[in-house]
């Protein structure tokens, strides 16, 4: 059995982009993805319908957790979690369903990625969403993924004083922050619906399971990508314990930016020196395999609450997003309130200061050639002096606004950075270096551009450089994170990718 196309992954990419394409009854696509298949929703575990989100570190077989460094300055190890289950990391995240910014996408296009201006990717955005709130031109009412937002009405109270500080501080309300170059402070859209995250196992499997030309196989790892010459053609798989091999005419990795760079190196596709050392046989030197990792890099600022009762709501999520002071990046910061964050044992409420748009990037090299060996992960958080100092200015913003008077009689002491830290840009500089954690939003390690972008592993039609039959499809191939919550951008790159592999002869 050879297939037109194998799906490696069917996480918030790979999930939609072998739906999409099985709709073409004349193409056979078959999805491998390591985790479990929950197709009965009722089935599926409390931890993946329900939660928050799934901390970094919380021990569950739908989850991995790999340790990385954030910095030199940082000594405790940063646990980055991603999903291991149909659906991927959307099983598990805070169905923040939020578009990238024109931005991010202008700038890819100028970056020699024409196909992926924001003009080009908004039908693509489009056709993932039944939004339930707004209408128009840049909304659609009749896709696959339910997105709302949590009505102020519902917001617990201190996310509501939040919003208010953001106002009185002569921010500007943005009820649609899904609209192009929305700003100011407003709702998250979350695809959550009556405390159900929808993950794309759900909005695009479910609707495909039926198709004969769709085979869907889970619990199975690919160990790599099999090579003929230039040509991928298939891939070897473990499953139960077995080894097999299938083939395919077109192999998509759509493993996330952990899995897809590993999985590249160890088929030996990669940067030549480093596979050497990981006794790997170097079948294609691609340079940039791993490197341009990218993040959200994150400094909290915690309070002890002042005893208000909170609800348990899952969902009143509200944030801030702006442009730091002096900057020519729009959009490049964010504020979001978190009032259920555990610090010393005990519930507190957290303002983070987001870097949306960061100018480091770090790097993600292998451990061993084992297809079970953890990554070994640097993501170089602030090592820019920009980088520092508009988070530097957004922890600053936070505590204004928590201490104003909308918002100050909801808090008690403030516990990080105490006062002492407070004291001079020293020393907050070197608090925020020694804390700063990350917004869990890796990308970019298999990075889109043209063949004369050192770094670059795919061509702007997600194709591998160099190889025929091979594309990467997910957050690994961003030239840079978009400046929000990427899922919904992960969706979007599934959709499009199939639109590129469906238009080719
Ligand atoms: C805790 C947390 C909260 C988050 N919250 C949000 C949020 O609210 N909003 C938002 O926009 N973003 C959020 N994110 C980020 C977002 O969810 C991810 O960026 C996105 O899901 C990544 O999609 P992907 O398709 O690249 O990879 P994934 O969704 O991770 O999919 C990769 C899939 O490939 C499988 N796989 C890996 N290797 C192999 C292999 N060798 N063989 C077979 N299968 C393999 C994996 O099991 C997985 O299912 C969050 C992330 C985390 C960790």
């Not at 993946?48 to 300055?73: E, F, I, T």
């Not at 909308?406 to 907050?428: C, F, G, I, T």
């Amino acid at each position: 059995m050879r297939y037109d196309v194998i799906v490696v992954g069917a996480g918030s990419a790979g999930a939609p982009l072998a739906a999409r394409l099985s709709e073409d009854p004349s193409c056979s696509v078959l999805l491998l993805e390591d985790g479990p298949d929950y197709p009965n929703v009722e089935r599926l575990p409390e931890l993946l319908a329900r939660g928050y989100h799934v901390m970094a570190g919380y021990q569950d077989p739908h989850v991995r957790n790999y340790a990385a460094r954030a910095n030199p300055q940082k000594t405790e190890p940063m646990l980055m979690p991603s999903g291991r289950a149909m659906g991927g990391t959307s099983t598990i995240n805070s169905s923040i369903f939020l578009r990238g910014a024109t931005h991010d996408f202008d700038s890819w296009a100028a970056w020699g990625n024409p196909e992926w201006s924001y003009r080009r990717v908004l039908p693509c955005y489009l056709r993932i969403e039944r939004d339930l709130d707004f209408d128009g031109d840049f909304h659609n009412k009749e896709g696959p993924l339910p997105v709302r937002r949590v009505p102020q009405t519902e917001w617990e109270p201190n996310l509501r004083a939040f919003y208010r500080a953001c106002l009185d501080r002569g921010f500007s309300e943005s009820p649609d922050m899904n609209l192009p170059d929305a700003a100011g402070v407003g709702a998250y859209p979350v695809s959550n619906v009556g405390g159900l995250r929808v993950n794309t196992a759900m909005a695009y499997l479910d609707l495909a399971r039926h198709r004969l030309n769709l085979t869907i196989r889970s619990n199975a790892l690919v160990r790599r990508v099999l090579l003929e010459g230039n040509r991928a053609v298939g891939v070897e798989v473990i499953s139960d314990g077995q080894t097999f091999r299938v083939y395919g005419h077109e192999i998509v990795c759509s493993a996330g930016a952990f899995g897809s760079p590993m999985l590249l190196m160890r088929s030996g596709i990669g940067p030549d020196d480093h596979l050497t050392d990981m006794g790997i046989e170097t079948k294609h030197h691609l340079p940039g395999v791993g490197r341009n990792l990218r993040n959200h890099p994150v400094s909290g600022v915690i309070y002890r609450d002042a005893g208000m009762k909170q609800k348990d709501s899952v969902l009143s999520l509200v944030f801030l997003r702006y442009t730091a002071a002096g900057s020519d990046t729009p959009h490049d910061m964010s504020i979001s309130v978190d009032n259920r964050w555990v610090f010393d044992g005990a519930p507190h409420t957290r303002l983070s200061a987001c870097l949306e748009y960061a100018r480091g990037a770090g790097r993600l090299t292998l451990t061993s050639a084992d297809v079970s060996a953890p990554p070994h992960l640097e993501y170089n958080y602030l090592q820019d002096p920009w980088d520092l100092a508009r988070v530097r200015e957004g922890v600053h913003l936070a505590i204004e606004l928590a201490e104003s008077p909308a918002m100050k009689h909801m808090l008690a002491q403030r516990v990080a950075p105490n006062d002492q830290e407070m004291a001079s840009e020293d020393s907050l500089n070197q608090w925020i270096l020694e804390n700063v954690t990350t917004g869990h939003h890796s990308s970019g390690t298999c990075k889109m551009g043209p063949h004369t972008d050192p770094l670059a592993v795919v061509d702007q039609y997600s194709r591998v450089h160099g190889l025929e039959g091979l594309r990467v499809a997910d957050a690994s191939i961003m030239p840079d994170v978009v400046r929000v919550n990427p899922n919904a951008t992960c969706i979007m790159i599934g959709e499009k990718v199939s639109d590129f592999i469906r238009q080719q002869p």
